[in-house]
C-alpha cells in the first residue's frame, strides 16, 4: 500500500455513486450483479484516452447498453485536453492516461478528483458474477495505483523485466539457458570464447543495470528487501542480500563478460547491437519487441527469461519484477461515473484485455488474458514467466516517488560496473543519498507495508 496522505474512504458503493447519476432516478436500475453500479443504459459516456487500445472496451459497453452513446478518441497531448476541463469540474467518465503528454496525476490526487475505485474491485467481474474484479486481476498489481490506501487509479499494462537472448543463436551454439547465477558466469565464459560480447547494457542509461541488481537482491532475500528501500529503512542499501546483487552483477566486469564499449551505448546502440548478435544477453522490459520490431532479424527467437537466482537458497526463486502501467481513472465529479466505472468493468474482461494484447503486443494486468492467444517468442516467454511468477512478482516504488534519488542511485551502479567504484564505495554513496532524502523535509515521502 502506498502512502501519500490521508484521504477519506467511502465505505459504500452507493456513497461513491450518489450524486453522479447522468439522468432521472427513475431510469436507472436496482444494482445487479449484471450492472453493480446501477448504469443508466441510455446515458452517454465521455472517454478519453491517451492511447488506441483504450477504446477497445466500446464495442462490449455497447453491446450490454444498446443505447448508451459512446465515440472514444485518442488524444495524445491529453493533459492540454483534459486539464482544463478538471479545473470547470466537467471531467470526462473515465480515461486512459497515456500518449506524449498525460496528465500529471498527483495534484489531482491531492485535491481529491479522483474518484475510489473501490467498488469496481468489490464488484462482480464482467466475465464471471461469482468472482469480484479484483479476483480476477494478477496478484501485486494495484498498489501500484493505491494512494494512503484508496485506489484512485487501476494500472492497466504489466510491464514484465528480464534478460533477452536469442533462441537461434542458442541452439546454433548449443547453448543451455541459465537457471542460476552460476550457470550464468559460466555462460558468458562460453560466449566470450565465441568471440561474442556476453551481457550488453545501456552504459548511458545505467538504471537497466540498477534493476538488475534490485531484482537480484529481492530474489536473494524477499519483498522486504525492496520495501524496505522504498520506506528510505535505515541501512536498506547496505542489506546483505542487496551487497550480494551487487556483487555478483560486478563479477560480469571483474570476468571480462560485458560487450566492449556498453559503458557509451545509449538504450537504442545496446539493443541494435544485441539484435545483429553482437551480445548474447540484454537486460530489458518486454518493451523491447514493440520498440526495436523493425531490427529484429528473422527467425532470431527473441526470447526473455527471469534474472537467474544466486543460488538454490533465493526466497523468490521464481521472482520477476513487474509494473503496472497505463493509469486508468474516473473522476470524482464525472458526470455519469456510473458509465465510467462500468466501463472499466468491460475494459477489465478477459475479451477485451484479450484483444489489447493481441493488437498492442502488451500484457495486462487480467489474468489469463493472454492463454491461447497467437503471440510471438518474445511475448509469449513474457507471458509465461509472469504466469510462473504467481505471488512472487517484485515490485518497487522509489524510482517514481524520488526520481533525483534513482537517478543517482543508477549513475553510481554504472560506475561500480565501469570499474569507478569499489563495493563499499557503492553501498556507502548510495546509502548517504537514500539518508539525505529522508531527512529533506522539503520532499514528500511516501510509505508501502
Known amino acids: 500500500m502506498l502512502t501519500r496522505r490521508t484521504l477519506l474512504q467511502s465505505a459504500l458503493a452507493g456513497a461513491v455513486l450518489s450524486g453522479c447519476s447522468s439522468g432521472p432516478t427513475s431510469t436507472r436500475p436496482a444494482a445487479s450483479p449484471g450492472n453493480p453500479f446501477m448504469v443508466d443504459g441510455s446515458a452517454p459516456v465521455d472517454v478519453a484516452i491517451g492511447e488506441e487500445y483504450g477504446g477497445f472496451a466500446a ?3 455497447r453491446k450490454k447498453y444498446a443505447g448508451a452513446t459512446l465515440t472514444p478518441k485518442v488524444t495524445a497531448k491529453l ?3 483534459v ?3 478538471f479545473a470547470s469540474s466537467t471531467p470526462p467518465d473515465v480515461l486512459l492516461n497515456g500518449g506524449s503528454q498525460p496528465l500529471e496525476l498527483r495534484p489531482l490526487v491531492r485535491d481529491d478528483q479522483l474518484a475510489d475505485l473501490k467498488p469496481l474491485l468489490d464488484a462482480p467481474s464482467w466475465d464471471d458474477p461469482g468472482m469480484t474484479v479484483e479476483d480476477a486481476l494478477l496478484p501485486g498489481m494495484l498498489d501500484f495505483g493505491r494512494y494512503d490506501g484508496t485506489q484512485r487509479t487501476l494500472n492497466y499494462v504489466a510491464t514484465v523485466y528480464g534478460l533477452w537472448y536469442s533462441a537461434s543463436l542458442f541452439q546454433h551454439n548449443d547453448w543451455d539457458v541459465p537457471r ?3 550457470q550464468l558466469l ?11 560480447g556476453p551481457f550488453i547494457y545501456a552504459g548511458a542509461h545505467p538504471y537497466y543495470v540498477l534493476e538488475l541488481v534490485l531484482t537480484l537482491a529481492a530474489k536473494t532475500g524477499g519483498h522486504d528487501v525492496v520495501k524496505r528501500i522504498d520506506n528510505l529503512d535505515d541501512g536498506a542499501w547496505k542489506d546483505e542480500s542487496v551487497t550480494r546483487a551487487i556483487t555478483a552483477v560486478g563479477e560480469l566486469a571483474k570476468r571480462g563478460l560485458i560487450a566492449p564499449g556498453a559503458t557509451d551505448y545509449d ?6 547491437r544485441f539484435l545483429a548478435s553482437k551480445a548474447g544477453l540484454l537486460p530489458c522490459g518486454n518493451w523491447l519487441e514493440n520498440e526495436m520490431n523493425a531490427l529484429i532479424p528473422p527467425n532470431f527467437g527473441l526470447t526473455m527469461i527471469g534474472v537467474p537466482p544466486l543460488d538454490g537458497s533465493s526466497a523468490l526463486a521464481r521472482g520477476l519484477h513487474v509494473a503496472a502501467t497505463a493509469p486508468y481513472l474516473v473522476p470524482e465529479k464525472a458526470k455519469n461515473k456510473a458509465g465510467g466505472l462500468e466501463y472499466l468493468r468491460a475494459t477489465l474482461s478477459k475479451d477485451v484485455a484479450a484483444q489489447v494484447t493481441s493488437e498492442s503486443n502488451q500484457l495486462t494486468i487480467v489474468r489469463g488474458a493472454a492463454d491461447g492467444l497467437e503471440i510471438g517468442t518474445a511475448l509469449r516467454s513474457a507471458r509465461d514467466l509472469l504466469s510462473v511468477a504467481g505471488d512472487q512478482v517484485i515490485t518497487w516504488y522509489f524510482d517514481s516517488w524520488y526520481p533525483t534519488f534513482a537517478t543517482a542511485a543508477a549513475e553510481a551502479t554504472g560506475q561500480f560496473l565501469a570499474g569507478g567504484l569499489q563495493l563499499s564505495e557503492w553501498t556507502g554513496r548510495i546509502q548517504a543519498a537514500a539518508d539525505k ?3 529533506d ?9
Open 59 to 61: 464495442a462490449a459497453y
Open 437 to 439: 532524502l529522508k531527512q
Open 267 to 272: 538504450h537504442i546502440g545496446s539493443q541494435r
Open 180 to 182: 542460476t547465477w552460476p
Open 186 to 196: 559460466a555462460l558468458g565464459t562460453e560466449m566470450k570464447a565465441a568471440r561474442l
Open 83 to 85: 486539464q482544463p476541463r
Open 441 to 449: 523535509n522539503a520532499v514528500t515521502k511516501y510509505h508501502r507495508d
Open 79 to 81: 493533459s492540454d485536453a
